[in-house]
């Protein structure tokens, strides 16, 4: 069974970085899409940032330059480095792995498989 497992949230001060990492099982990890998601109190669950199974990112606009996706697929793992971190950022953190990507539409369908999700709180 397939199981996405996120860790390495907290709280952190504005400015400050955190790096969370989404470890999967029960699939082939190295052919697979990963989205990480965030969603914040009151808000939708929105897509933050994917990376394809051959390294290419797309990022949402208000986290270019401040968030970097990567992979290493030795280890089954996707990791989300967040630096210059905002208020804003607050919310729960969750990856999803397998989903397809559409490049003509620029969107991250994402699969059935889950984490529990990180909290990541960000203090001004």
């Known amino acids: 069974q397939v199981q996405v497992v996120e860790s390495g949230g907290g709280l952190v001060q504005a400015g400050g970085s955190l790096r969370l990492s989404c470890e999967v099982s029960?699939?082939?990890?190295?052919?697979?899409?990963i989205g990480w998601y965030r969603q914040a109190p009151g808000k939708q669950r929105e897509l933050v940032a994917h990376?394809?199974?051959?390294?290419?990112?797309n990022y949402v606009v208000s986290v270019k330059g401040r968030f970097t996706i990567s992979r290493d697929n030795a280890k089954n793992t996707v990791y989300l480095q967040m630096n210059s971190l905002k208020p804003e950022d607050t919310a729960v953190y969750y990856c999803?792995?397998?989903?397809?990507?559409?490049?003509?539409?620029?969107?991250?369908?994402?699969?059935?498989?889950w984490g529990q999700g990180t909290q990541v709180t960000v203090s001004s």
């Open positions: 990376i394809s199974n051959g390294g290419g990112t």
């Open positions: 029960g699939i082939t990890f190295s052919t697979n899409d």
């Open positions: 999803n792995a397998g989903g397809a990507y559409n490049y003509d539409s620029d969107t991250y369908h994402p699969s059935p498989y």
